[in-house]
């Protein structure tokens, strides 16, 4: 059974603090793993798509890195704007629709 | 720009009433639509998978008959809360096939 398992569960930050989210992933064949971000009473933001260990890809002040087995979210130097909560998902092989973690809610602190 | 937009953002609705959430695709065809539901503070999870012109089909757990869901065109998706009580209260998102990037807004349903 695919599971995702996303900690810490909140996170508060300073401004400046860099610190990293985990993605612990158990998939019956890795299609995709994906990032998003989620702010309070809105749908999904997407952020990236892994597709493979060792990939990585960055966006201003987030990166994104995959192994076979979890996905690390690292932020650096967050500001206030980047509070939200972060979302882990994985697209099974062969299926379409992705499988959600429960999210991490970043604080980030003035 | 928006993919897709849903619509309403929010709803209020009295126990044993019906409510409709739509979710249109912009600019492109969707021939399938993805249905989650989102209880606070708790993973998005999969309600249904719609498909164009024929049954949508539900993840277990589902009922069929509760959540109507209707694809009756390539861009308009909707799902059909009925008879809905407290426990239906809930945050539904839809997202098209194939477009992983995009989800909709979001419809917030508070059922008193």
């Known amino acids: 059974e695919d599971q995702v398992t996303q900690s810490p569960e909140a996170l508060r930050l300073q401004e400046g603090e860099s610190s990293s989210l985990n993605c612990s992933y158990t998939?019956?064949?890795?299609?995709?793993l994906f990032w998003y971000r989620q702010d309070p009473g809105k749908g999904p933001e997407f952020l990236f798509t892994?597709?493979?260990a060792g990939e990585e890809k960055e966006k201003e002040r987030l990166k994104a890195t995959l192994t076979k087995k979890e996905s690390f979210l690292h932020i650096t130097a967050p500001k206030p704007e980047d509070s939200a909560t972060y979302l882990c998902?994985?697209?099974?092989?062969?299926?379409?629709?992705?499988?959600f973690g429960t999210g991490t809610r970043l604080t980030v602190i003035p | 720009g928006a993919v897709v937009s849903q619509h309403p953002s929010r709803v209020i609705c009295k126990s044993g009433t019906s409510v409709k959430i739509e979710c249109r695709s912009l600019?492109?065809?969707?021939?399938?639509m993805f249905w989650y539901r989102q209880f606070p503070k708790k993973s998005l999870m999969l309600m249904a998978t719609s498909n164009e012109g024929s049954k949508a089909t539900y993840e277990q757990g589902v009922e069929k008959d509760k959540f109507l869901i209707n694809h009756a065109s390539l861009t308009l998706s909707t799902l059909t809360v009925t008879s809905a009580h407290p426990e239906d209260s809930s945050f539904y998102i839809c997202?098209?096939?194939?477009?992983?990037?995009?989800f909709g807004q979001g419809t917030r349903l508070t059922v008193v």
């Open positions: 998902a994985v697209q099974r092989t062969g299926a379409n629709n992705l499988f």
């Open positions: 998939v019956s064949g890795l299609r995709g």
């Open positions: 997202s098209p096939l194939g477009t992983e990037a995009f």
């Open positions: 600019d492109f065809q969707a021939t399938t």
């Open positions: 892994l597709y493979s």
